[in-house]
Structure formats: C-alpha cells, structure tokens
C-alpha cells in the first residue's frame, strides 16, 4: 500500500460514517470543526492505511477515537491495540475517551486533547 491516508477503498465507507455520526462525535464534532480548538483543523472519520479514525489533526498528527461498549470486549480491546501499535508506528498519538465522558465532562475532554498540542498555536487561531 503506497497511499496510507484516505485510501479510495475506503471511501463511501468513510462518507457514511461521516453522514451518521454516533452522538458522541456529534458533540465532540461541534468544538472541533471549522479550527474552533486552538487553530487546528480537524478532519472527521479520516482514514490511515485500513483504519478510519473518529478525529485526526495532521498538524499534531494527533488522533482522537471514542469508544462505545463494543470496545471493551477482547476482541474491541486486540483491535484498539493493534490499531494504536500501528498509528503509533506512524508517529501519530492515539487519545481515547468513553462516549459517557464526552456528554457528562466535555470542558475536560476539550482540555485534555489541548494538552496533547506539541505545535505553537497559530496566531489567527482559527481563522486563514
């Protein structure tokens, strides 16, 4: 595989998810789209090689994933694994959070993906 963002396999598989979003992406969504989180921009169900990430900032190369019940059965937890083995290969840090944490701490949530930035805030903060 010579292409490992947004491979065209993926495609409609990526525009569906993006299209149905769980609540907890749709929360999350409304503080980081449009470069509201400090300047960076964020892309929904971006994918990496055969992974679809929930939410990925390429400038901090930082991948934010949210997690159902499904996640905490083995097979849920061998696949996060393998997947944050093979991202982290890649230079990209995986943060998780449960989607009960997005709804019941969400000023927390927002802090916690701040303090992963390792790149200086851009002075327009949002704007181009």
Same mark, same amino acid.
């Given at each position: 595989?010579? %292409?490992?963002?947004?491979?065209? $396999?993926?495609? *409609?598989? +990526?525009?569906?998810?993006?299209?149905? #979003?769980?609540?907890?992406?749709? $929360?999350?969504? /409304?503080?980081? /789209?449009? /470069? %509201? #989180?400090?300047?960076?921009?964020? +892309?929904?169900? &971006?994918? $990496?090689?055969?992974?679809?990430?929930?939410?990925?900032?390429? !400038?901090? /190369?930082? !991948?934010?994933?949210?997690?159902? !019940? &499904? &996640?905490?059965?083995? !097979? @849920?937890?061998?696949? *996060?694994?393998?997947?944050?083995?093979? #991202?982290?290969?890649?230079?990209? %840090?995986?943060? +998780?959070?449960?989607?009960?944490? $997005?709804?019941?701490?969400?000023?927390?949530?927002?802090?916690?993906?701040?303090?992963?930035?390792?790149?200086?805030?851009?002075?327009?903060? @949002? @704007?181009?």
């Amino acid at each position: 595989m010579t %292409q490992l963002n947004n491979i065209k $396999v993926l495609k *409609d598989f +990526r525009k569906e998810l993006r299209n149905n #979003l769980t609540p907890a992406e749709a $929360v999350l969504w /409304k503080y980081l /789209k449009g /470069k %509201q #989180l400090e300047g960076r921009k964020f +892309r929904r169900q &971006h994918s $990496v090689g055969y992974y679809i990430l929930d939410f990925y900032c390429p !400038a901090e /190369k930082l !991948a934010i994933e949210l997690d159902g !019940a &499904h &996640h905490y059965t083995s !097979a @849920g937890i061998a696949y *996060d694994e393998e997947r944050t083995i093979f #991202l982290n290969s890649l230079g990209i %840090q995986v943060i +998780r959070f449960e989607n009960k944490e $997005v709804f019941e701490f969400t000023s927390e949530v927002i802090e916690r993906i701040r303090n992963c930035f390792t790149t200086p805030t851009p002075p327009w903060k @949002g @704007g181009e």
